[in-house]
């Protein structure tokens, strides 16, 4: 049995990857804050005994008695409405956050996977978006306390791979969607389909020319388990590269939930990336990875557990 810890593993993300790791029969602590995050994501999980929750913040110092073979380190706020609501604490999740999780698995001898984000190509340059290119980031716009401190938290695992000889790995994560995320975290998926349903205007920043690509949540923690049992210690993206158009996204949207809401057009925020596309050669290389959920079907689940009534 393999002994994980998982930073922010009551999030979106984490609490989808904390029971990924329950059902093979791993034993996961799980240590988040709160912020963002929310126990009702993992509340079905408590009563397993491989399974135990705690609720620190991981820019403090973490004191486990326990073994631990890896840390899968998902802590920080990761919506734009999130990280502009606060922003030293995106800071420091992403700096003295990532400096604690990485003592911690310096002193237990345990690997270390940090979740990065495609954010840390800013508004690119070039498309698609591989893990070569550095990425046309402004680091004092608003958005640059979530994609500095992404880059700074990949450069000190770097440093403490380099230096102390950690076991790293770095997933750069492409926009990702399904059950448990918020309603109200300003990303697009909750945003127009909590929308949708309620009949109210879909909100498109921009002229909706701007494009995304989307990744079913379960295809995202597939690829994030794979590079956590690989020996690759080189940033890879875990993105879907099915590229689609806001505007057209939010067709998408309507057709399957049959809402009557009408599209309204609000201004682009600052830096927002025009587009976003990640090339994935390298995990379907390194990993054997590549996405199996097709956009409509993810979407069509992610859908049903909004009309069940999401957490807010």
Same mark, same amino acid.
């Given at each position: 049995?393999? @002994? %994980? +810890?998982?930073?922010?593993? &009551?999030?979106?993300? *984490?609490?989808? /990857?904390?029971?990924?790791?329950?059902?093979?029969?791993?034993?996961?602590?799980?240590?988040?804050?709160?912020?963002?995050?929310?126990?009702?994501?993992?509340?079905?999980?408590?009563?397993?005994?491989?399974?135990?929750?705690?609720?620190?913040?991981?820019?403090?110092?973490?004191?486990?008695?326990?073994?631990?073979?890896?840390?899968?380190?998902?802590?920080?706020?990761?919506?734009?409405?999130?990280?502009?609501?606060?922003?030293?604490?995106?800071?420091?999740?992403?700096?003295?956050?990532?400096?604690?999780?990485?003592?911690?698995?310096?002193?237990?001898?345990? @690997? %270390? +996977?940090?979740?990065?984000? &495609?954010?840390?190509? *800013?508004?690119? /340059?070039?498309?698609?978006?591989?893990?070569?290119?550095?990425?046309?980031?402004?680091?004092?716009?608003?958005?640059?306390?979530?994609?500095?401190?992404?880059?700074?938290?990949?450069?000190?695992?770097?440093?403490?791979?380099?230096?102390?000889?950690?076991?790293?790995?770095?997933?750069?994560?492409?926009?990702?969607?399904?059950?448990?995320?918020?309603?109200?975290?300003?990303?697009?998926?909750?945003?127009?389909?909590?929308?949708?349903?309620?009949?109210?205007?879909?909100?498109?920043?921009?002229?909706?020319?701007?494009?995304?690509?989307?990744?079913?949540?379960?295809?995202?923690?597939?690829?994030?388990?794979?590079?956590?049992?690989?020996?690759?210690?080189?940033?890879?993206?875990?993105?879907?590269?099915?590229?689609?158009?806001?505007?057209?996204?939010?067709?998408?949207?309507?057709?399957?939930?049959?809402?009557?809401?009408?599209?309204?057009?609000?201004?682009?925020?600052?830096?927002?990336?025009?587009?976003?596309?990640?090339?994935?050669?390298?995990?379907?290389?390194?990993?054997?990875?590549?996405?199996?959920?097709?956009?409509?079907?993810?979407?069509?689940?992610?859908?049903?557990?909004?009309?069940?009534?999401?957490?807010?």
């Amino acid at each position: 049995m393999t @002994s %994980f +810890l998982v930073t922010g593993g &009551s999030g979106f993300i *984490g609490s989808h /990857l904390c029971e990924r790791l329950i059902s093979e029969n791993h034993k996961v602590i799980c240590i988040d804050n709160l912020i963002t995050g929310n126990v009702d994501n993992i509340s079905h999980l408590m009563e397993n005994a491989n399974f135990r929750f705690m609720k620190q913040d991981v820019t403090e110092y973490i004191d486990l008695d326990e073994d631990i073979d890896c840390i899968l380190h998902f802590a920080s706020p990761a919506s734009p409405v999130d990280y502009l609501e606060l922003p030293i604490q995106t800071l420091k999740v992403g700096s003295l956050g990532t400096h604690k999780a990485l003592g911690l698995a310096k002193a237990k001898g345990a @690997s %270390f +996977l940090l979740a990065s984000s &495609s954010e840390v190509y *800013g508004d690119p /340059l070039i498309h698609p978006q591989n893990e070569d290119y550095w990425g046309n980031v402004n680091p004092i716009g608003p958005r640059g306390v979530y994609d500095e401190a992404k880059r700074f938290a990949e450069a000190l695992v770097m440093a403490y791979h380099r230096v102390h000889g950690v076991d790293t790995r770095i997933v750069r994560i492409f926009n990702t969607f399904g059950p448990r995320m918020r309603k109200n975290d300003g990303r697009v998926v909750p945003a127009f389909v909590s929308q949708a349903l309620s009949g109210e205007p879909l909100t498109v920043f921009g002229d909706g020319s701007q494009t995304r690509s989307f990744c079913y949540v379960s295809d995202l923690v597939e690829g994030v388990i794979r590079l956590a049992n690989s020996d690759v210690c080189e940033p890879v993206n875990i993105g879907n590269p099915n590229e689609i158009s806001i505007l057209d996204f939010a067709g998408t949207i309507l057709s399957l939930t049959g809402s009557k809401s009408e599209v309204v057009l609000k201004s682009l925020p600052v830096d927002d990336p025009k587009v976003r596309k990640p090339d994935i050669a390298r995990a379907k290389d390194k990993l054997g990875w590549s996405p199996k959920i097709g956009l409509e079907d993810g979407l069509k689940k992610t859908i049903e557990w909004f009309r069940k009534g999401s957490i807010s």
